[in-house]
Nanobody, 124 residues
Framework: VQLQASGGGSVQAGDSLRLSCAAS????????MGWFRQAPGKEREFVAAIRWSNGGIYYGDSVKGRFTISRDNAKMTVYLHMNSLQPEDTAVYFC??????????????????WGQGTQVTVSS
């Protein structure tokens, strides 16, 4: 499975961005697609995830109410709509995929496949 993330950029506080993660290869409909981020000097943080099969959605506490994850099954693409961006959202954002259980959907090491990161920079 190959994952291609795109859509990062530099924005002002309060702006919006949409990240995309396109999956190719033998991606299973049972997979969970997740977004994680890592800021310089900080640990990787769970952002959001969505289950291909039933659309089950999960969010990290720091993005609830501001970020929305969605999927396009036909395009095998997952989107992360980020609204009301703040400087603390600045990070490299990674998409990931794998056969992830409910208990570990927020755990990065539970995912089997990772895309390259895309930088999001939010200035005040």
């Amino acid at each position: 499975v190959q994952l291609q993330a795109s859509g990062g950029g530099s924005v002002q506080a309060g702006d919006s961005l949409r990240l995309s993660c396109a999956a190719s290869g033998r991606a299973s409909s049972a997979y969970v697609m997740g977004w994680f981020r890592q800021a310089p000097g900080k640990e990787r943080e769970f952002v959001a995830a969505i289950r291909w099969s039933n659309g089950g959605i999960y969010y990290g506490d720091s993005v609830k109410g501001r970020f929305t994850i969605s999927r396009d099954n036909a395009k095998m693409t997952v989107y992360l709509h980020m609204n009301s961006l703040q400087p603390e959202d600045t990070a490299v954002y990674f998409c990931a995929a794998g056969s992830v259980g409910l208990a570990t959907v927020r755990v990065g090491r539970a995912y089997n496949y990772w895309g390259q990161g895309t930088q999001v920079t939010v200035s005040s």
